[in-house]
């Protein structure tokens, strides 16, 4: 089935640092991803929506300098969390899907592993 | 609005049967997913369903009524592996996944 890889799993950071996170679809080309949060005990909030080879489309109240998304090939997808402070701590989950239907006839979200940003 | 309701918490026990029920309201419908959700780590696809009835797939099945906005999981001879966040998604006339907090089960032994 379809894999995405999500790196890093986990990663802490000073405050006021950068943070690039890296999702890539292994056996399938993505022609969409997703980059959501989550906070403990809540649900997904979606940050953002990226086609290769066009700008993200960024959810009302994500700051697009803050979070700057990169989706330059049909496999590989990048989240640069820029000037990171404590409160961007979270959970960040990518995921992707392409054109090809699974066994129900959906196209499928396949989510990567999520990478756990801690902020100090 | 978009809306999910879902309970936010149930508790079965080892072998049991349970029910997951799920309420949505959406600008325009393009079918329901069912994500499962360990925690601490990322949501994996359960199931699909777009047209009314039940889908069926080894120990779990969802079902759906587009006329009522409801959905439910079912999940047989329930084992402690299954002892997770519930995420029901329907998705929107934009095909955009709706997501609500989903419901955590607790499996006792």
């Known amino acids: 089935g379809a894999v995405v890889s999500q790196h890093p799993s986990w990663v802490i950071c000073k405050s006021g640092t950068s943070v690039k996170i890296e999702c890539r679809s292994l056996d399938f080309q993505a022609t969409t991803m997703f980059w959501y949060r989550q906070f403990p005990k809540q649900s997904l909030m979606l940050m953002a929506t990226?086609?290769?080879?066009?700008?993200?489309?960024?959810e009302q109240g994500v700051e697009k300098d803050k979070f700057l998304i990169n989706h330059a090939s049909l496999t590989l997808s990048t989240l640069t969390v820029t000037s990171a402070h404590p409160e961007d701590s979270s959970f960040y989950i990518c995921s992707a899907v392409g054109d090809e239907r699974g066994p129900s006839g959906a196209n499928v979200l396949t989510f990567g592993a999520g990478s756990r940003l801690t902020v100090l | 609005g978009q809306n999910i309701d879902q309970p936010t918490e149930m508790t079965a026990t080892e072998g049991a049967i349970v029910q997951i029920n799920c309420t949505y309201q959406?600008?325009?419908?393009?079918?329901l997913f069912w994500y499962q959700q360990h925690a601490g780590e990322a949501p994996t696809f359960l199931s699909y369903n777009v047209l009314d009835g039940l889908e069926e797939k080894g120990r779990f099945s969802s079902f759906l009524s587009r006329s009522k906005g409801y959905s439910y999981l079912l999940l047989k001879e329930l084992q402690m592996k299954d002892s997770a966040s519930y995420l029901c998604?329907?998705?929107?006339?934009?095909?955009?996944?709706?997501w609500g907090a989903g419901t955590k089960l607790i499996i006792k032994p």
């Open positions: 990226s086609n290769e080879g066009s700008k993200a489309t960024y």
């Open positions: 959406t600008s325009g419908f393009n079918g």
């Open positions: 998604a329907p998705r929107d006339s934009n095909y955009q996944l709706i």
